[in-house]
């Protein structure tokens, strides 16, 4: 485990200056990142469908995107993938082809219109502990690819699976979406237990969004719901990150599969993305994270 470890180190080393390359679309030249800056992997998770975990994902990559940053949106819902549908996209390679070696990560990734970068998920493949090893060893490697981007998104399938659990384990942040339906509050409360119970030496910061809020005071009343259970019965921290508003513009866009963050920056749940954004860049980033801690965590090496 050590010779892989140090392997893995040793191949970060030589990738993470790498240049942007071309996906299914041509992907525009980018300059490498500066030396010695990691790459910043938030994890996106939800403990039910349908309370905007997806949308969060790709509206939050624009916003970085705004600020200058150079963003990859990783779909990791290897069953029902669609960050694709949502920016109205139709990838003719995915994960799964990338994992049975028949195409490089380079080759898949895709440059849209927003300034952002897409990885499409793997419909058909169920488990990463299903990898052969050499499968693993080969996923691994064209992982590093994702050291170009100083952001990288990972909008993971919704409920709790043990591909959920590795991308949350391995994260350096992990966002926990709920909305103020009483079912969605109980979900995600069962996500946070599971991830207190399954991840050993968890050392994240998990935080949480309330989506759909009428009021700030709503979201806050949510959120401490939730943090103080976490807190008294799970002896877990959970930061409250902030929330969005309920606001018409968000299924109109996804309707029209146009992110709402590009139609309109001032209405409502932009402006709440926007503050989403700032407080997570305002969160110490530790020197020994990034994309090499991502993948040896991903692959149990640590």
């Known amino acids: 485990m050590e010779d892989q470890a140090q392997a893995l180190r040793e191949l970060m080393g030589k990738r993470e200056g790498a240049q942007a390359s071309s996906g299914e679309r041509r992907a525009s030249e980018r300059p490498p990142s500066p030396s010695g800056k990691k790459t910043r992997i938030i994890a996106v998770a939800s403990g039910k469908g349908g309370v905007g975990k997806t949308n969060l994902s790709v509206n939050m990559a624009i916003a970085y995107a705004k600020m200058g940053k150079r963003v990859i949106v990783m779909d990791a819902d290897l069953g029902l993938a669609n960050v694709n549908v949502m920016l ?171 992110p709402f963050f590009t139609q309109d920056q001032k209405s409502k749940a932009s402006i709440s993305i926007a503050h989403l954004v700032t407080r997570i860049e305002k969160t110490d980033f530790a020197d020994d994270k990034g994309l090499g801690r991502f993948i040896k965590k991903l692959f149990g090496k640590d």
């Open 88 to 258: 109205n996209m139709i990838p003719k390679y995915n994960l799964y082809h990338v994992i049975r070696k028949q195409k490089t990560m380079r080759e898949i990734i895709l440059d849209t219109e927003y300034g952002i970068q897409i990885v499409a998920g793997a419909s058909g493949f169920s488990k990463i502990a299903n990898l052969t090893e050499e499968e693993r060893q080969a996923f691994i490697g064209e992982l590093y690819t994702l050291s170009q981007a100083d952001i990288v998104i990972i909008d993971t399938a919704a409920g709790v699976s043990n591909n959920v659990l590795a991308f949350v384990a391995a994260a350096d942040d992990a966002i926990i979406v709920t909305t103020p339906e009483p079912t969605a509050i109980t979900d995600a409360y069962g996500i946070i237990k599971i991830i207190a119970t399954e991840i050993e030496n968890l050392n994240i910061g998990l935080k949480l969004v309330v989506n759909r809020v009428k009021t700030v005071t709503e979201g806050r009343r949510v959120a401490e719901r939730i943090i103080n259970i976490s807190g008294q019965f799970l002896n877990l921290k959970v930061e409250y990150l902030g929330c969005i508003y309920d606001d018409p513009i968000v299924p109109a866009s996804v309707l029209r599969q146009r």
